[in-house]
């Protein structure tokens, strides 16, 4: 008998989330033996009982949309770099000169004490600090200000990219991608259906008969196949099976060229929006 077959990791199934398990469970019934013992047909049966399930649980859902909360986050860094830059653009000029630059700078202080580095966050802590940053903006009176020295288009910006990014992560409005309860249940349901398949598959195996070797090998190909293509990696939580979802990472920002002075010691002129931080790591998707 090959120790291939009994090798353990056929006693763990490959890491796939729901999609995957189903499309992993609906090719091993296809491979499944014709002429197989009584227990491994009623741990057939139990697995396709349980795939019917969870199909039509899949059936019922939205489909995803992975680039939405990637386009969300993009576009709330955007809004607040487009506002932290006019407002720090006044920054530059003589205090004394120009009565905006004592504006500029209590509003950068205010708002924007650390820079932009609260863009580099994972998304719902960035949203936190974004909310943070409005309501600081009520509380203190400072709309007129920033309308004073941004204008009030930047500010809208900020408040439309920032209700969509709370409606997107499911934050502000309840998320209609998010996992539901009878989701996990049904995906634990045949993850341990399959289970129990192979483990009567392995039951069938004897030493003397090479055919039921052969049978076995035939039988689980399909999960061979799928836990060759899987990427590894599992979630915190296996109990509802390892889904595998990776959130997206926000494209690069190139920075703006530096101020660039103008004649002897004259001030220098007014900088472009700051660049907005990348993030080094993935960020936590929408659950």
């Given at each position: ?19 995957g ?12 033996p ?51 830059g ?7 000029l003589?205090e ?15 708002l924007f ?45 900020v408040r ?10 499911g ?52 999960i ?17 099976g ?29 900088p472009s ?15």
């Open positions: 008998m090959s120790n291939e077959l009994v090798s353990p990791r056929y006693f763990q199934l490959p890491p796939l989330d729901a999609p398990t189903v499309a992993m469970a609906t090719s091993t019934l296809a491979s499944a014709k002429a197989a013992p009584p227990a491994v047909k009623k741990a057939l049966k139990k697995v396709a009982s349980t795939l019917a399930e969870m199909k039509e649980v899949l059936a019922g859902e939205p489909i995803a949309m992975p680039d939405v909360s990637r386009a969300a986050d993009l576009s709330l860094d955007r809004s607040w770099g487009g506002l932290s006019r407002i720090s653009s006044y920054t530059f003589p004394d000169l120009y009565p905006k630059v004592s504006t500029a700078n209590e509003l950068m202080r205010t004490p650390d820079g932009l580095s609260f863009l580099k966050l994972p998304y719902r802590q960035e949203w936190a600090e974004s909310e943070r940053r409005l309501e600081r903006i009520e509380m203190m009176g400072l709309e007129a200000k920033i309308h004073e020295v941004a204008g009030r288009d930047h500010l809208e910006e439309r990219a920032h209700r969509v990014y709370g409606e997107v992560l934050i502000t409005r309840p998320n209609p991608l998010a996992q539901a309860p009878e989701r996990a249940e049904k995906l634990r349901a045949l993850r341990k259906a399959l289970n129990h398949y192979v483990l009567n598959l392995l039951a069938c195996l004897d030493e003397e008969d090479p055919e039921t070797e052969e049978m076995v090998r035939r039988a689980l190909q399909p061979d196949e799928f836990r060759a293509a899987a990427p590894g990696r599992r979630s915190a939580s296996d109990d509802d390892p889904e595998t979802e990776v959130p997206p990472v926000a494209s690069p920002v190139v920075a703006s060229p530096p101020p660039v002075a103008v004649g002897g010691g004259a001030a220098p002129i007014a929006p700051a660049p907005i931080p990348v993030r080094s790591t993935p960020t936590d998707a929408p659950s």
